[in-house]
Antibody
């Protein structure tokens, strides 16, 4: 079935880096754009980034622009989120979510992973 | 402060009807971008409930419906059931931010 599985979360010190992965299965990964969304403890969902189906178009929320980089390897059906200069406020559950289209984040997310937890703490 | 504004909480008794509002602006709903709704239970993957203002994906009960007018949107749930207790989020695209945006979320309590 259509599935997204995030991994790579953990505990990291402020200022350090972490890379999250999102493995896709059950659909043609290379045909769809993918989002990253997070939920901090006690907070709502926050959209972070979108990457188009071939990886040429990328969009970022202001809160992570310049620190986080989204990328994908369509040969491995995998999406990545490189997180640098991490702050305590980046502590959250991170989700990847499939868009219904391939090129822009104008629409909606029809398949979500169960998330991976990132804790930024000294 | 979310770009899309939702009430923090709503409640209703089993069998009743509740609505959750989502207020946007000229750079999202007013610019013609659609509103989409998600149901989220703690510890689980968010679930798409309503897409493109008022369309239900396959498998979503017809107790759930959506509407949009101008810069406002709403989600209605009729015949409230205990299993509907969850957090609900609206989402759209914002042209000023050049990105997707979520509402702050609304916690639905079934009394």
């Amino acid at each position: 079935q259509v599935q997204l599985v995030e991994s790579g979360g953990g505990v990291v010190q402020p200022g350090r880096s972490l890379r999250l992965s999102c493995a896709a299965s059950g659909f043609t990964f290379s045909a769809y754009g993918i989002h990253w969304v997070r939920q901090a403890p006690g907070k709502g969902l926050e959209w972070l980034a979108f990457i188009s189906y071939v990886g040429t178009n990328k969009y970022y929320a202001d809160s992570v622009k310049g620190r986080f980089t989204v990328s994908r390897d369509n040969s491995k059906n995998t999406l990545y989120l490189q997180m640098n200069s991490l702050r305590e406020e980046d502590t959250a559950v991170y989700y990847c979510a499939k868009d219904i289209t391939g090129t822009t984040p104008y629409y909606y997310m029809d398949v979500w992973g169960k998330g991976t937890t990132v804790t930024v703490s000294s | 402060q979310s770009v899309l504004t939702q009430p923090p909480s709503v409640s209703g008794a089993p069998g009743q009807r509740v609505t959750i509002s989502c207020t946007g602006s000229s750079s999202n709903f007013g610019a013609g971008y659609g509103v989409h709704w998600y149901q989220h239970l703690p510890g689980t993957a968010p679930k798409l409930l309503i897409c493109d203002n008022n369309n239900r994906p396959s498998g979503v009960p017809d107790r759930f419906s959506g509407s949009k007018s101008g810069t406002s949107a709403s989600l209605a749930i009729t015949g409230l059931q205990a299993e509907d207790e969850a957090d609900y989020y609206c989402q759209s695209y914002d042209s000023s931010l050049s990105g997707s945006v979520f509402g702050g979320g609304t916690k639905l309590t079934v009394l």
